[in-house]
DNA sequence: CAAATAATGTACTAACTGGTCCGTCCACGT
DNA sequence: ACGTGGACGGACCAGTTAGTACATTATTTG
């Protein structure tokens, strides 16, 4: 619009301080919330360079091209998780509590990363192919799946859980259900009238999946 | 299909043969196939013009807009699926039979319409904005949800399901790990190292996802 | 049949968008 | 203090893409 403003060493010294880590950061927080919002092909490269305090140069400086920032930004979000997940200790609680509190764990990070649902989503859209290019998330090891076996190897070995089932099987009983609360809170609430973010529904829901879980483990 | 007389005369002669039902139903089917496929901003309009045996001309006088093509789709997806919910019919069996053919029609449905299931993650990654703006959508009544209630009534007056549950919450319970297994097989199968289309992991969550709503209801 | 209307094809455009060019500025080691 | 390499800014470009103007042919209706 106007000409383009100067700032030379006199008047406005705009002196830059340069902040290569925390440039990176900067782009990526704006980028993550860009690409959840907009999908990959959704999302503009101007508008993360818009929002972000430095500007689109920057973005290929450092990521090289909008799918590379892409992929940087699903490693820092499985990053993310995995690091909590490696630090969930559930051994010193019954069999039918560490489950419970797996399940409500999983229930509350995801509640709260909508973000995370959301890269996911968009991850899957495209056949999972960014994830598969990283080697980063590749080798992420998955201690969640540890964790429910040895829950499981507990429970088993004190008799109260019955069912023969696979730790990773088990895993994704409990996470399609706290997964698709978010995912498709916005199609399920529009056509089933339901406000899926209200508290109480919430609590009715986190209790429900513990309760399903449980018994399918307890039962014959 | 294609017993139509031959009008593609060499020479300029090829007179036009009108069918204005089979060019929308064509754009459709394409697409949808599109859509599914690339989401809404990642889908072109001269590549669904393109595999179709029209032009994007027709495109745009017959749906106005990408966006209005793009909830066309959505329309067709979810009519289909609701004209089969429709036609449950699970009177006349217990209600265990009952929940269990319910849950094993919907996984069937899903599992055989990735699609559908894909247009859906898309709309919510919207935010299902445009559902929302789809009156034929919104107005579309859910059979399940009364399937699931004249079920879990029988249930309940014949004493065996003891659980206190919602329809939509049992719905929500059944629909996410059977839409879950389809919308996230790329990314879960990339990280857990499972190929989720393989026939027998699909049987064994069939019948998992049965006997864990099954024992859901049975339970105290 | 003639007029009116619906359906279709072609060529085009205006705006957008990922990516780059070129030059400047900063900071640190010596 | 100074020179070098890394950090940075803004303008710019070339390809893409949704959407349209205009012309033409098919079909229906009076």
Chains 1, 2 share one sequence.
């Not at 008047?11 to 690409?35: C, Q, Y």
């Not at 990959?40 to 920057?58: F, H, P, Q």
Request: with cysteine.
């Amino acid at each position: 619009m106007s000409m383009a403003e100067q700032d030379g060493r006199s008047g406005k010294a705009a002196s830059r301080r340069n902040d290569p880590e925390g440039t990176k950061r900067d782009i990526l927080a704006v980028a993550t919330e860009e690409f959840a919002t907009h999908g990959l092909s959704g999302a503009r490269v101007d508008a993360i360079a818009e929002r972000t305090r430095t500007t689109k140069r920057m973005i290929y400086y450092y990521f090289g091209s909008k799918e590379g920032l892409y992929i940087a930004v699903l490693e820092k979000a499985y990053g993310d998780i995995r690091a909590v997940e490696a630090d969930l200790r559930l051994g010193d609680v019954s069999p039918e509590q560490a489950i419970r509190r797996l399940v409500e764990f999983t229930f509350d990070y995801e509640e709260a990363h909508p973000n995370f649902i959301r890269l996911v989503s968009i991850e899957n859209i495209h056949h999972a192919e960014y994830i598969r290019q990283s080697e980063t998330i590749r080798n992420l090891n998955v201690a969640v799946i540890d964790t429910i076996a040895g829950i499981l190897r507990r429970g088993r070995e004190a008799g109260v859980f019955r069912t023969e089932v696979e730790p990773v099987d088990l895993h994704m009983l409990i996470s399609s259900f706290c997964f698709f609360r978010v995912s498709n809170r916005h199609t399920f609430g529009t056509i089933f009238r339901q406000d899926l973010g209200a508290p109480d529904l919430r609590e009715k829901h986190r209790r429900m999946i513990g309760d399903a879980v449980v018994r399918y483990l307890t039962g014959d």
